[in-house]
């Protein structure tokens, strides 16, 4: 599916990012280096659209076979039954979130968007929460991009202190949901030009975080980039690139850098 461009103001939870409308003015006057996050696994411990969705089903909007259908795919991708087992997992997680939709209107979903947003607010790695003040602090701009629902993905980013993002919009009729989105992580190297030019950035010492495939079109854009946690294809690509690898498990965070062609570990953190 091919990102549409929304008409719809920038800064509206309908056109899929604008957290803070004074980023615009902030940046008006220089340009500033940006750092661009991937949400889910990456600040956030889990999928914000499977704990939306796993709320949506627990609360009886989605039929009990297909939450047992999305719980069964998912105990799969636990038992790392096949290599596909996570998009078929996801594929299911996005047709119970879809069905749900249909019979809910705004009022209802954002109820529940905000409960998962409280759940989930403060489980964040150690290693990007460090980073993004680090960064702050030398007065990067911070943006996001998210495969995520803008409705969930607004307020995690707004607690955290990005200045602007971009995730999932499904687009609204009435008081309830048409069935069409438009989803901004599927070309994320045009989401982050999107925003780049909107606010007059600067790439040099531009950072960029991601976990998965999907983020190598992000990533490829800054000049430092971070494969955090990465899945397979990231960490082949990261390999190939030499681009920084961190790992972070349990209470441990290990750097990696390649240094004479060899991946080395250059720090570790607690």
Do not use: C
Not at 98 to 104: D, F, H, S, V, Y
Not at 128 to 157: C, D
Not at 199 to 226: F, N, Q, R, Y
């Amino acid at each position: 599916m091919k990102e549409h461009r929304s008409q719809q103001r920038s800064d509206s939870p309908r056109a899929g990012g604008g957290v803070s409308g004074s980023a615009r003015r902030q940046v008006a006057a220089a340009r500033r280096p940006f750092a661009v996050f991937d949400i889910d696994g990456t600040l956030i411990r889990w999928q914000l659209y499977h704990a939306v969705a796993d709320a949506l089903a627990k609360g009886g909007h989605a039929s009990p076979e297909i939450y047992q259908a999305m719980r069964d795919a998912r105990m799969t991708w636990k038992r790392r039954a096949d290599a596909d087992a996570f998009k078929a997992y996801e594929e299911k997680v996005i047709f119970a979130y879809e069905k749900a939709l249909q019979k809910m209107n705004f009022s209802q979903f954002g109820k529940i968007a905000e409960q998962v947003f409280d759940e989930y607010k403060e489980q964040v790695y150690t290693y990007t929460r460090g980073l993004i003040s680090e960064l702050k602090g030398k007065g990067y701009v911070l943006l996001a991009i998210s495969g995520s629902p803008v409705e969930i993905v607004e307020h995690v980013v707004k607690f955290w202190g990005f200045d602007d993002f971009l995730g999932t919009v499904y687009a609204r009729k009435g008081n309830g949901f048409s069935g069409k989105k438009i989803v901004h992580a599927f070309d994320k190297a045009r989401a982050l030009k999107s925003m780049v030019d909107r606010h007059g950035l600067d790439l040099k010492a531009s950072v960029g975080v991601g976990d998965t495939k999907s983020d190598i079109p992000m990533l490829k854009m800054v000049e430092k980039p971070i494969a955090f946690n990465p899945d397979r294809d990231l960490f082949e690509h990261a390999k190939k690139q030499g681009w920084k690898v961190v790992i972070e498990r349990k209470n441990m965070v290990y750097e990696l850098e390649k240094q004479n062609g060899r991946y080395q570990l250059v720090k570790t953190s607690a």
